[in-house]
């Protein structure tokens, strides 16, 4: 007989261990592939809880399994603990004040993210002992979210086959179902390689790299008007060639984002623009060389594993807050520009579609919307991108967000950083290990439900499978 509330009364048990593994990693901020001490942490929790942890999955140091259980179903529970440069921020602070002049922040809340799927797989983890109920569940600890894509090199060395359902979360500043897709994003660089020559003594002896990705820039600014709305493309210089205006540069790169809503889109433009990066190198008597930073496919959606997953966010419920809390909170947006304040009853109306206006306005004027959202999964698509669609490639998948942040944020702002640690934050991400556990229990006991999800995955595959575009040689870069 289940008994969701004891799963419950076993997270909450164990509540300060989950939010001073969260404290600890937001306080690390690492970036990319480089999560020595947040992997660390991680593995270090799950192994004192009893599970199997092995390090370096896919190659990749700080990427990890960590598994509980035997036989079937299997069950994935996806964690990420990545930071994001340049966004170093006091805790607390309600102004822009850094820690590390350039540092690193957990401007997406990652490290909320990582340790609130931990205590998921703990919470279930604990039912699983007590009860003996069959079944097994991996924690997977996913690098690079935000730049690299963890999950796609964990998708090509087939980590992601065999699992029968994937269940994760993200902390941000509403609470509710993921019902959206996300945009496919192929990332690659084109580098140039020219001829250094004097540019005014002897310029006919030079080839100019970074003409060449000017030219590049070009083409591909012409192509928008020829590619579907919902592309997004963009660009950076990696390398400019050098500061001297009198040397021909014989060196420049490009990094490019290709993202378009369907991955069939996103490789058809790729492959456009990589017909401009050569139409440009042959026009300036320079190299071309691609090479890939990542790639990540666009995420399904699942109806039926979405259903089960906001019946048990009901169940847990919406969090309260105290007076004090709501007054953190209120500092933050008090501080948000005009604009952005102005903002938030157009997106709450919006998110809380059949609300009557009296309850929009009500919502609206918090400073945490902790209100549970309707159910919607729209599948329509969100214009940006997720590796966690890697992994929904291969089985149906299902995710919350949970609201983390003071309303009227936005993500990769100082603001998340400011009240990653803060107590609304960890409500919010005890929150939602409580549904992730739940969710992964009806995903154990119930086979016609993962049956059913199964069906409804083969049908949104629509006869395609998950194809990694990696060269077999590639690794990921720090
Ligand atoms: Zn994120």
Redesign the pocket.
């Known amino acids: 007989m289940r008994d969701k509330g004891k799963i419950l009364g076993f997270i909450d048990a164990k509540a300060g261990v989950f939010t001073g593994l969260s404290d600890r990693i937001w306080e690390l901020a690492e970036v990319r592939f480089s999560l020595k001490g947040s992997a660390d942490a991680l593995c270090e929790t799950l192994k004192n809880e009893g599970f199997t942890v092995e390090r370096g999955a896919a190659g990749m140091a700080h990427a990890f399994t960590a598994s509980f259980g035997s036989g079937s179903p299997v069950i994935g529970i996806l964690g990420e603990y990545d930071a994001l440069p340049g966004l170093s921020q006091v805790a607390g602070a309600a102004e822009k004040k850094d820690i590390l002049p350039g540092g690193a922040g957990h401007g ?1 809340g ?1 490290h909320l993210l990582g340790a609130g799927s931990l205590a998921g797989a703990v919470g279930i983890k604990d039912y699983m002992k007590e009860t003996g109920l069959p079944g097994k569940i991996i924690y997977f600890g996913c690098p690079a ?1 935000e730049a690299g894509s963890g999950k796609a090199f964990m998708a090509r060395a087939g980590l992601f086959t065999g699992i029968d359902g994937f269940v994760t979360w ?1 902390p941000m500043t509403e609470t509710g179902i993921w019902g959206v897709s996300s945009l496919a994003n192929y990332q690659v660089y084109f580098g140039f390689t020219g001829v250094a020559s004097h540019a005014a003594a002897a310029p006919e002896y030079g080839r100019s790299a970074l003409d060449a990705a000017e030219l590049m820039n070009v083409g591909v600014n012409y192509l928008r008007e020829h590619v579907i709305q919902e592309a997004r493309i963009h660009y950076a210089y990696t390398d400019v060639g050098g500061k001297a205006p009198n040397v021909v540069q014989p060196s420049a790169e490009l990094l490019y984002y290709i993202r378009a809503p369907k991955t069939s889109q996103a490789r058809g433009i790729f492959e456009r623009i990589f017909d401009i990066a050569k139409g440009a190198a042959l026009m300036t008597g320079t190299a071309m060389k691609m090479r890939w930073d990542s790639y990540c496919a666009e995420y399904l959606v699942n109806d039926a594993l979405g259903k089960a997953m906001y019946a048990n966010l009901l169940a847990v419920g919406a969090n309260s807050y105290t007076q004090e809390e709501r007054s953190f909170a209120q500092r933050f947006v008090d501080g948000l520009p005009e604009s952005a304040r102005q903002g938030i009853p157009g997106k709450v109306a919006k998110l809380f579609q059949n609300e009557k206006p009296e309850r929009i306005a009500e919502i609206a004027g918090q400073s945490i919307i902790g209100d549970i959202m309707p159910y919607s999964m729209s599948g329509s698509v969100m214009p940006g991108s997720t590796d966690v669609g890697d992994a929904s490639w291969h089985a149906p998948a299902v995710q919350l967000f949970t609201a983390c942040f003071p309303a009227g944020t936005v ?1 990769h702002s100082w603001q998340f950083v400011a009240c990653g640690c803060s107590s609304m934050a960890h409500k919010g991400m005890l929150q939602a290990g409580k549904v992730i556990a739940l969710t992964v229990l009806d995903m154990l006991e119930n086979p016609s439900l993962l049956a059913e999800a199964k069906a409804e995955h083969i049908r949104r595959l629509a006869g395609e499978t998950y194809q990694s575009p990696f060269p077999p040689e590639l690794v990921p870069e720090e």
């Open positions: 997406c990652h979210e993200h993500a």
